[in-house]
């Protein structure tokens, strides 16, 4: 059971939170019980508990929505979000580190540390637990994320689309303590990519990649499996998850792609 010691890490931050909303998305084990004894502990934690209708991770989209209603219905006004997960565990500082990058930098909108893989943060995307998310930019694009397949990287292409800017810290490294993919499988990543509208040979690079290194934590097995996803989108075209995104940002990201590509390539 790690969620009390993700809690914690969270509670214990430099920075203390205003408010901690977590979503017990119908456990039935003793998770509920270790909730409200931490409440007890911590006033500012506020639990929301649903329905238990098995695990599905299509619905960590609609938790993180239903988190994210709270806290803009609380009345309360936040300068910044962070979303993390069950499994993670951040260390004491890390929180004022983020908020320390989104000082400086009033254009940086989403900014992550990372699991300790050994990837650059010049070429990665911030991660989605242990990322946090400027407000103002936030409330400009609804204040949610999309259901839909993407949803996690489409708010930082939108964020780019509008002129802000994202970040992953190399040295900011915090513990996930589930193995990375247990429970989705990745199982999302190929639909996600074409209804973002990745373009085919930054789809290709980017399987070949995880096969032939370990940056991306992501097994030879789910990468052919993403790359199968990705071609033959009629295994989804019945799934009201399965959404195209609207052709300017899919046009945008294809491009930011192809200069991604162009840049590799120069390098070379």
């Known amino acids: 059971m790690t969620i009390v010691e993700s809690l914690e890490s969270i509670m214990r931050q430099s920075v203390e939170p205003s408010l901690v909303c977590v979503v017990n998305d119908g456990s039935t084990d003793s998770t509920s019980n270790l909730l409200f004894k931490l409440k007890d502990s911590y006033q500012n934690i ?8 098995g695990y599905d991770s299509r619905r960590i989209v609609h938790n993180w929505n239903i988190a994210c209603d709270y806290v803009k219905k ?6 910044y979000l962070l979303i993390s997960s069950d499994d993670v565990v951040l260390p004491k500082e890390y929180v004022e580190r983020l908020i320390q ?14 699991r300790g893989l050994a990837q650059s943060d010049f070429i990665s995307l911030p991660e989605g637990a242990g990322r946090l998310i400027r407000v103002s930019f936030f409330s400009q694009i609804g204040y949610r994320h999309p259901p839909y397949y993407g949803y996690e990287p489409w708010i930082l292409y939108k964020a780019l689309q509008m002129g802000y800017r994202i ?16 429970g989705h ?9 074409r209804c973002l509208g990745y373009h085919p040979i930054f789809v290709l690079a980017r399987v070949v990649r995880n096969i032939l290194t370990n940056k991306t934590g992501i097994s030879k097995s789910a990468s052919l499996r ?4 990705y ?3 009629g295994k989804w075209k019945d799934d009201p998850y399965f959404q195209y995104f609207d052709p300017e940002l899919r046009e945008f990201i294809r491009n930011l792609q192809k200069q991604r590509l162009f840049r590799k390539l120069t390098m070379i």
Request: glycine share 6%.
């Open 46 to 53: 506020h639990i929301i508990t649903l329905e238990d209708k």
């Open 74 to 79: 609380s009345g309360k006004e936040y300068d």
């Open 101 to 114: 990058e989104m000082s400086i930098d009033p254009k940086l909108a989403v900014v992550s540390g990372n």
């Open 167 to 182: 970040r992953k810290l190399a040295d900011l490294k915090y513990e996930h303590k589930r193995t990375f993919g247990v």
């Open 185 to 193: 499988q990745f199982i999302e990543y190929g639909p996600a990519m």
């Open 226 to 229: 993403m790359l199968f996803d």
């Open 231 to 233: 071609l033959f989108e």
